[in-house]
Protein backbone atom coordinates (compact mmCIF):
# COMPACT_ATOMS: atom_id res chain seq x y z
CA UNK A 1 0.00 0.00 0.00
CA UNK A 2 1.51 3.38 -0.88
CA UNK A 3 2.13 5.68 1.85
CA UNK A 4 1.40 9.49 2.40
CA UNK A 5 3.33 11.07 4.28
CA UNK A 6 1.23 13.82 3.57
CA UNK A 7 -2.02 12.45 5.85
CA UNK A 8 1.31 11.48 8.66
CA UNK A 9 1.77 15.26 8.66
CA UNK A 10 -1.68 15.83 8.85
CA UNK A 11 -2.27 13.77 11.84
CA UNK A 12 -0.06 14.89 13.43
CA UNK A 13 -1.14 18.18 13.06
CA UNK A 14 -4.56 16.70 14.18
CA UNK A 15 -2.96 15.84 17.68
CA UNK A 16 -1.26 19.10 17.56
CA UNK A 17 -5.13 20.61 17.72
CA UNK A 18 -6.30 17.83 19.88
CA UNK A 19 -3.88 18.50 22.61
CA UNK A 20 -3.87 22.68 22.38
CA UNK A 21 -7.70 22.82 22.87
CA UNK A 22 -8.25 19.59 25.20
CA UNK A 23 -5.53 20.81 27.75
CA UNK A 24 -6.62 24.67 28.04
CA UNK A 25 -9.36 23.91 30.54
CA UNK A 26 -6.95 23.11 33.51
CA UNK A 27 -5.29 26.56 33.16
CA UNK A 28 -8.56 28.45 32.51
CA UNK A 29 -10.53 27.08 35.38
CA UNK A 30 -9.81 30.37 37.90
CA UNK A 31 -11.05 32.26 35.26
CA UNK A 32 -14.31 30.10 34.96
CA UNK A 33 -14.41 30.30 39.00
CA UNK A 34 -13.91 33.61 39.27
CA UNK A 35 -15.87 34.93 36.16
CA UNK A 36 -18.97 33.20 36.53
CA UNK A 37 -18.90 33.17 40.42
CA UNK A 38 -18.33 28.87 40.87
CA UNK A 39 -18.27 26.56 43.53
CA UNK A 40 -15.47 24.34 43.54
CA UNK A 41 -18.76 21.70 42.33
CA UNK A 42 -20.06 23.68 39.60
CA UNK A 43 -16.39 24.12 38.39
CA UNK A 44 -16.10 20.33 38.56
CA UNK A 45 -18.86 20.04 36.20
CA UNK A 46 -17.61 21.74 33.43
CA UNK A 47 -14.90 19.16 32.83
CA UNK A 48 -17.22 16.63 33.69
CA UNK A 49 -19.30 18.17 30.37
CA UNK A 50 -16.23 17.89 28.43
CA UNK A 51 -14.53 14.16 29.04
CA UNK A 52 -18.28 12.51 29.34
CA UNK A 53 -18.50 13.18 26.18
CA UNK A 54 -16.07 10.78 25.43
CA UNK A 55 -17.95 8.01 27.32
CA UNK A 56 -20.80 8.77 24.98
CA UNK A 57 -18.79 9.47 21.59
CA UNK A 58 -16.07 6.58 21.48
CA UNK A 59 -17.47 3.50 20.98
CA UNK A 60 -20.58 4.92 18.82
CA UNK A 61 -17.98 6.77 16.36
CA UNK A 62 -15.62 3.29 16.27
CA UNK A 63 -18.62 1.89 14.76
CA UNK A 64 -19.77 4.73 12.27
CA UNK A 65 -16.48 5.00 11.02
CA UNK A 66 -16.90 1.50 9.75
CA UNK A 67 -20.16 2.55 7.84
CA UNK A 68 -18.58 5.78 6.37
CA UNK A 69 -15.45 6.49 6.85
CA UNK A 70 -12.58 8.32 8.33
CA UNK A 71 -12.55 11.72 6.31
CA UNK A 72 -16.75 12.19 6.75
CA UNK A 73 -16.06 11.34 10.58
CA UNK A 74 -12.93 13.82 10.86
CA UNK A 75 -14.61 16.76 9.32
CA UNK A 76 -17.97 16.14 11.14
CA UNK A 77 -15.77 15.96 13.73
CA UNK A 78 -13.78 20.24 13.74
CA UNK A 79 -17.80 21.09 12.23
CA UNK A 80 -18.80 20.15 15.85
CA UNK A 81 -15.90 21.72 17.54
CA UNK A 82 -16.37 24.54 15.65
CA UNK A 83 -19.97 25.28 16.98
CA UNK A 84 -19.20 24.25 20.09
CA UNK A 85 -16.29 26.89 20.38
CA UNK A 86 -18.15 29.66 18.92
CA UNK A 87 -21.48 28.77 21.20
CA UNK A 88 -19.04 30.53 24.15
CA UNK A 89 -16.88 33.08 22.31
CA UNK A 90 -20.36 34.37 21.69
CA UNK A 91 -22.64 33.71 24.99
CA UNK A 92 -20.25 33.49 27.49
CA UNK A 93 -21.96 32.24 30.62
CA UNK A 94 -21.71 29.23 32.82
CA UNK A 95 -24.38 27.28 30.98
CA UNK A 96 -22.82 27.85 27.36
CA UNK A 97 -19.24 26.88 29.00
CA UNK A 98 -21.24 23.45 29.80
CA UNK A 99 -22.86 23.00 26.22
CA UNK A 100 -19.78 24.22 24.60
CA UNK A 101 -17.42 21.82 26.17
CA UNK A 102 -19.23 18.99 25.69
CA UNK A 103 -19.37 19.67 22.34
CA UNK A 104 -15.81 20.13 21.67
CA UNK A 105 -15.33 16.90 23.86
CA UNK A 106 -17.81 15.18 21.53
CA UNK A 107 -15.33 16.69 18.47
CA UNK A 108 -12.37 15.71 20.31
CA UNK A 109 -13.56 11.94 21.07
CA UNK A 110 -14.82 11.47 17.57
CA UNK A 111 -10.86 12.71 15.88
CA UNK A 112 -9.36 10.37 18.90
CA UNK A 113 -10.77 7.22 17.67
CA UNK A 114 -10.27 7.93 14.05
CA UNK A 115 -6.57 9.10 13.92
CA UNK A 116 -4.69 6.03 15.63
CA UNK A 117 -5.06 3.58 12.71
CA UNK A 118 -5.51 6.19 9.66
CA UNK A 119 -1.71 6.93 11.22
CA UNK A 120 -0.81 3.28 10.75
CA UNK A 121 -2.17 3.36 7.45
CA UNK A 122 -0.42 6.43 5.96
CA UNK A 123 2.99 5.85 7.99
CA UNK A 124 3.12 2.20 7.74
CA UNK A 125 2.84 -0.92 9.76
CA UNK A 126 6.37 -0.90 10.18
CA UNK A 127 6.87 2.56 11.34
CA UNK A 128 3.69 2.75 13.38
CA UNK A 129 5.83 2.22 16.85
CA UNK A 130 8.05 5.75 15.53
CA UNK A 131 4.74 7.62 14.49
CA UNK A 132 2.80 6.84 17.10
CA UNK A 133 5.65 7.84 19.70
CA UNK A 134 6.17 11.40 17.57
CA UNK A 135 2.54 11.89 17.72
CA UNK A 136 2.65 11.84 21.84
CA UNK A 137 5.70 14.28 21.95
CA UNK A 138 3.97 16.27 19.71
CA UNK A 139 0.37 16.10 21.53
CA UNK A 140 2.37 16.41 24.97
CA UNK A 141 4.45 19.94 23.19
CA UNK A 142 0.89 21.28 22.28
CA UNK A 143 -0.03 20.93 25.65
CA UNK A 144 2.65 22.95 27.16
CA UNK A 145 2.56 25.82 24.46
CA UNK A 146 -1.80 26.07 24.93
CA UNK A 147 -0.82 27.60 28.59
CA UNK A 148 1.42 29.81 27.17
CA UNK A 149 -0.64 30.82 24.37
CA UNK A 150 -3.37 31.59 26.85
CA UNK A 151 -1.47 33.83 29.36
CA UNK A 152 0.37 35.55 26.45
CA UNK A 153 -3.81 36.21 25.06
CA UNK A 154 -4.52 37.25 28.12
CA UNK A 155 -1.82 39.70 29.12
CA UNK A 156 -1.99 41.66 25.62
CA UNK A 157 -5.79 41.94 25.76
CA UNK A 158 -5.90 43.44 29.15
CA UNK A 159 -3.98 46.48 27.71
CA UNK A 160 -0.57 44.83 28.89
CA UNK A 161 0.86 44.63 25.19
CA UNK A 162 0.30 46.23 21.81
CA UNK A 163 -0.19 44.22 18.53
CA UNK A 164 -1.90 44.14 15.91
CA UNK A 165 -2.72 40.79 15.78
CA UNK A 166 -4.08 41.20 19.46
CA UNK A 167 -6.19 44.03 18.38
CA UNK A 168 -7.99 41.92 16.20
CA UNK A 169 -9.78 40.54 19.26
CA UNK A 170 -10.71 43.91 20.81
CA UNK A 171 -14.11 44.30 19.50
CA UNK A 172 -15.18 40.50 19.82
CA UNK A 173 -13.85 39.78 23.21
CA UNK A 174 -15.62 41.67 26.24
CA UNK A 175 -12.99 43.71 28.29
CA UNK A 176 -13.82 41.88 31.38
CA UNK A 177 -13.23 38.55 29.80
CA UNK A 178 -10.15 38.64 27.62
CA UNK A 179 -9.54 34.99 27.89
CA UNK A 180 -12.92 34.30 25.81
CA UNK A 181 -10.23 34.97 22.92
CA UNK A 182 -8.72 31.11 23.61
CA UNK A 183 -12.68 30.59 21.91
CA UNK A 184 -12.60 32.40 18.63
CA UNK A 185 -8.73 31.12 18.67
CA UNK A 186 -10.37 27.58 18.59
CA UNK A 187 -13.49 28.13 16.22
CA UNK A 188 -10.75 29.70 13.66
CA UNK A 189 -8.04 26.54 14.04
CA UNK A 190 -11.46 23.97 13.43
CA UNK A 191 -12.30 26.07 10.62
CA UNK A 192 -8.99 25.95 9.13
CA UNK A 193 -9.13 21.93 10.08
CA UNK A 194 -12.53 21.63 8.44
CA UNK A 195 -10.83 23.50 5.39
CA UNK A 196 -7.14 21.28 5.54
CA UNK A 197 -9.21 18.03 5.68
CA UNK A 198 -11.91 18.72 3.24
CA UNK A 199 -9.61 19.30 0.35
CA UNK A 200 -7.51 16.23 1.26
CA UNK A 201 -7.83 12.75 -0.24
CA UNK A 202 -7.35 9.95 2.32
CA UNK A 203 -5.77 6.66 2.23
CA UNK A 204 -8.36 3.72 2.31
CA UNK A 205 -7.95 2.17 5.94
CA UNK A 206 -8.04 -1.61 5.82
CA UNK A 207 -8.34 -3.10 9.87
CA UNK A 208 -7.82 -6.28 10.23
CA UNK A 209 -10.74 -8.52 11.70
CA UNK A 210 -9.32 -8.22 15.22
CA UNK A 211 -9.08 -4.06 14.68
CA UNK A 212 -12.37 -3.83 14.08
CA UNK A 213 -15.09 -2.21 16.34
CA UNK A 214 -17.62 -5.65 16.74
CA UNK A 215 -20.90 -5.01 17.32
CA UNK A 216 -22.63 -3.69 20.69
CA UNK A 217 -23.03 -7.74 21.76
CA UNK A 218 -18.84 -8.39 21.84
CA UNK A 219 -18.56 -4.83 24.00
CA UNK A 220 -21.35 -6.46 26.08
CA UNK A 221 -19.53 -9.63 26.10
CA UNK A 222 -16.40 -8.06 27.12
CA UNK A 223 -17.84 -6.37 29.84
CA UNK A 224 -18.31 -9.74 31.15
CA UNK A 225 -14.27 -10.53 31.26
CA UNK A 226 -12.44 -9.64 34.53
CA UNK A 227 -9.98 -7.97 32.84
CA UNK A 228 -10.99 -6.08 30.68
CA UNK A 229 -13.29 -4.47 33.86
CA UNK A 230 -10.32 -3.55 35.56
CA UNK A 231 -7.97 -2.37 32.83
CA UNK A 232 -11.29 0.01 32.35
CA UNK A 233 -10.88 0.95 35.43
CA UNK A 234 -7.01 1.89 35.04
CA UNK A 235 -8.00 3.97 32.44
CA UNK A 236 -10.38 5.72 34.80
CA UNK A 237 -8.06 6.24 37.07
CA UNK A 238 -5.44 7.32 35.04
CA UNK A 239 -7.69 10.02 33.27
CA UNK A 240 -9.12 10.97 36.15
CA UNK A 241 -5.40 11.22 37.97
CA UNK A 242 -4.04 13.43 35.12
CA UNK A 243 -7.21 15.93 34.70
CA UNK A 244 -7.33 15.89 38.66
CA UNK A 245 -3.82 17.63 38.57
CA UNK A 246 -3.82 19.82 35.45
CA UNK A 247 -7.40 20.91 36.12
CA UNK A 248 -7.28 22.11 39.88
CA UNK A 249 -3.77 22.80 39.96
CA UNK A 250 -3.63 26.34 38.85
CA UNK A 251 -6.88 26.83 41.15
CA UNK A 252 -4.90 25.06 44.17
CA UNK A 253 -2.11 27.48 43.39
CA UNK A 254 -4.21 30.48 43.18
CA UNK A 255 -6.39 29.51 46.28
CA UNK A 256 -3.79 28.42 49.06
CA UNK A 257 -0.59 30.25 47.89
CA UNK A 258 -1.67 33.51 45.66
CA UNK A 259 -0.19 32.58 42.37
CA UNK A 260 -1.24 34.78 39.61
CA UNK A 261 -3.19 32.10 37.58
CA UNK A 262 -3.26 34.02 34.54
CA UNK A 263 0.90 33.70 34.58
CA UNK A 264 2.38 31.56 37.10
CA UNK A 265 -0.27 29.42 37.53
CA UNK A 266 -0.73 29.21 33.28
CA UNK A 267 3.27 28.19 33.40
CA UNK A 268 2.80 26.03 36.43
CA UNK A 269 0.10 23.73 33.71
CA UNK A 270 2.50 24.39 31.12
CA UNK A 271 5.91 22.65 32.51
CA UNK A 272 3.13 19.77 33.77
CA UNK A 273 2.52 18.93 30.43
CA UNK A 274 6.37 19.88 29.33
CA UNK A 275 7.97 17.27 31.89
CA UNK A 276 5.29 14.91 31.14
CA UNK A 277 6.29 15.00 27.58
CA UNK A 278 9.97 14.59 28.56
CA UNK A 279 9.21 12.19 30.88
CA UNK A 280 7.62 10.02 27.84
CA UNK A 281 11.37 10.35 26.12
CA UNK A 282 13.00 8.98 28.89
CA UNK A 283 10.23 6.01 29.60
CA UNK A 284 10.83 5.07 25.99
CA UNK A 285 14.82 4.28 26.63
CA UNK A 286 13.95 2.87 30.02
CA UNK A 287 11.16 0.39 28.79
CA UNK A 288 14.20 -1.30 26.80
CA UNK A 289 15.66 -1.81 30.04
CA UNK A 290 13.22 -2.83 32.54
CA UNK A 291 9.67 -4.97 32.68
CA UNK A 292 6.96 -2.40 31.89
CA UNK A 293 5.43 -2.91 34.88
CA UNK A 294 8.53 -2.36 37.06
CA UNK A 295 8.73 0.87 35.31
CA UNK A 296 5.20 1.68 36.25
CA UNK A 297 5.86 0.94 39.71
CA UNK A 298 9.21 2.94 40.02
CA UNK A 299 7.42 6.09 38.50
CA UNK A 300 4.29 5.92 40.54
CA UNK A 301 5.82 6.34 43.63
CA UNK A 302 8.12 9.06 42.98
CA UNK A 303 4.72 10.76 41.69
CA UNK A 304 2.62 10.31 44.58
CA UNK A 305 5.53 11.45 46.97
CA UNK A 306 5.77 14.92 44.36
CA UNK A 307 1.51 14.99 44.21
CA UNK A 308 2.27 15.15 48.30
CA UNK A 309 4.92 18.04 48.38
CA UNK A 310 2.63 19.68 45.83
CA UNK A 311 -0.39 19.75 48.38
CA UNK A 312 1.20 20.05 51.58
CA UNK A 313 4.40 21.74 50.95
CA UNK A 314 5.55 25.59 51.44
CA UNK A 315 4.26 27.67 48.05
CA UNK A 316 7.51 27.57 46.54
CA UNK A 317 7.69 23.53 46.96
CA UNK A 318 4.41 23.36 45.73
CA UNK A 319 4.97 25.44 42.61
CA UNK A 320 7.54 23.29 41.55
CA UNK A 321 6.14 19.77 42.92
CA UNK A 322 3.23 19.86 41.05
CA UNK A 323 5.07 19.91 37.39
CA UNK A 324 6.96 17.07 38.59
CA UNK A 325 3.90 15.33 39.13
CA UNK A 326 3.57 15.04 34.99
CA UNK A 327 6.72 13.66 34.61
CA UNK A 328 6.64 10.58 36.80
CA UNK A 329 2.64 10.21 35.08
CA UNK A 330 4.29 10.61 31.71
CA UNK A 331 4.38 6.69 31.24
CA UNK A 332 1.28 5.49 32.53
CA UNK A 333 -0.92 5.47 30.03
CA UNK A 334 1.08 4.22 27.25
CA UNK A 335 2.30 1.13 29.98
CA UNK A 336 -1.53 0.65 31.07
CA UNK A 337 -2.74 0.82 27.34
CA UNK A 338 -0.79 -1.40 26.26
CA UNK A 339 -0.57 -4.30 29.08
CA UNK A 340 -4.21 -3.76 28.67
CA UNK A 341 -3.98 -4.96 25.33
CA UNK A 342 -1.32 -7.62 25.78
CA UNK A 343 -3.97 -9.04 28.57
CA UNK A 344 -6.63 -10.56 25.93
CA UNK A 345 -6.00 -12.59 23.29
CA UNK A 346 -9.03 -11.17 20.88
CA UNK A 347 -11.32 -8.34 19.96
CA UNK A 348 -8.73 -5.93 20.29
CA UNK A 349 -10.70 -3.28 18.20
CA UNK A 350 -13.76 -3.56 20.46
CA UNK A 351 -11.59 -3.64 23.39
CA UNK A 352 -9.65 -0.44 22.27
CA UNK A 353 -13.08 1.35 21.94
CA UNK A 354 -14.15 0.60 25.56
CA UNK A 355 -10.44 1.65 27.15
CA UNK A 356 -11.16 4.88 25.46
CA UNK A 357 -14.58 4.98 26.61
CA UNK A 358 -12.45 4.89 30.01
CA UNK A 359 -11.82 9.01 29.58
CA UNK A 360 -14.69 9.29 31.43
CA UNK A 361 -12.20 9.25 34.41
CA UNK A 362 -11.34 12.67 33.34
CA UNK A 363 -15.19 13.34 34.33
CA UNK A 364 -16.12 11.89 37.16
CA UNK A 365 -13.04 12.49 39.48
CA UNK A 366 -13.42 16.52 38.56
CA UNK A 367 -16.87 16.40 39.50
CA UNK A 368 -16.18 14.43 42.80
CA UNK A 369 -12.95 16.84 43.39
CA UNK A 370 -15.17 19.83 43.24
CA UNK A 371 -18.15 18.33 45.67
CA UNK A 372 -15.63 17.79 47.79
CA UNK A 373 -13.73 20.84 47.39
CA UNK A 374 -17.25 22.53 48.77
CA UNK A 375 -17.90 20.06 51.82
CA UNK A 376 -13.74 20.67 52.68
CA UNK A 377 -11.90 22.57 50.70
CA UNK A 378 -9.48 21.84 47.57
CA UNK A 379 -6.70 20.65 49.59
CA UNK A 380 -8.60 17.70 51.43
CA UNK A 381 -10.37 17.25 48.17
CA UNK A 382 -7.08 16.55 45.28
CA UNK A 383 -6.42 13.58 48.32
CA UNK A 384 -8.96 11.69 45.83
CA UNK A 385 -5.94 11.44 43.93
CA UNK A 386 -4.13 9.16 45.96
CA UNK A 387 -6.79 6.80 45.41
CA UNK A 388 -6.70 7.01 41.50
CA UNK A 389 -3.01 6.72 40.98
CA UNK A 390 -2.80 4.12 43.84
CA UNK A 391 -5.10 1.66 41.96
CA UNK A 392 -2.39 2.51 38.75
CA UNK A 393 0.56 1.59 41.53
CA UNK A 394 -1.15 -1.64 41.94
CA UNK A 395 -1.36 -2.52 38.01
CA UNK A 396 2.38 -2.79 38.02
CA UNK A 397 1.73 -5.84 40.64
CA UNK A 398 -1.38 -7.76 39.70
CA UNK A 399 -0.71 -7.06 35.42
CA UNK A 400 -0.11 -10.94 33.59
CA UNK A 401 0.06 -9.51 30.06
CA UNK A 402 0.15 -12.37 27.72
CA UNK A 403 3.58 -10.84 26.22
CA UNK A 404 5.96 -8.83 27.67
CA UNK A 405 7.58 -5.88 26.26
CA UNK A 406 10.90 -6.56 24.67
CA UNK A 407 14.03 -5.05 26.39
CA UNK A 408 18.14 -5.74 25.76
CA UNK A 409 17.65 -8.37 28.18
CA UNK A 410 15.28 -10.70 26.64
CA UNK A 411 16.19 -11.78 23.35
CA UNK A 412 12.86 -14.26 22.78
CA UNK A 413 9.99 -11.76 23.47
CA UNK A 414 8.63 -11.06 20.77
Not at 108 to 130: C, D, S, W
Not at 291 to 313: E, M, N, W
Request: charged share 10%; aromatic share 16%.
Amino acid sequence: MKRSYYMVVLIMLTFFVISFITNIIGPLSPEFIKDFKLSDLMAGILPFAFFIAYGIMSIPTSMLVQKYNEKIIMVAAFVVAFIGSLLLAFYPNYLTAILSLFLIGCGMAMLQVVINPLLRTAGGEENYAFTSVLAQLIFGGASFISPLVYSAMVVNLSGKGNSTFFNLFHSLVPQNLPWISLYWLFAFISFLMFIILSASKFPQVELANDEKAGPLKTHVDLFKNRVVILYFIALFCYVGTEQGVSYWMSQFLYQYHHFNPETIGANAVAYFWGLMTVGGIVGLFLLKLVDSRKLLVGFTIPALIALTFGLFGSAEVSLYAFPIVGFFMSVMYPIVFSLALSSVSENHGSFAGILVTGIIGGAVVQILIGGLGNLFGLRTAMVLIYVTMGYILSIGFWAKPLVTNKTIFTKDNI
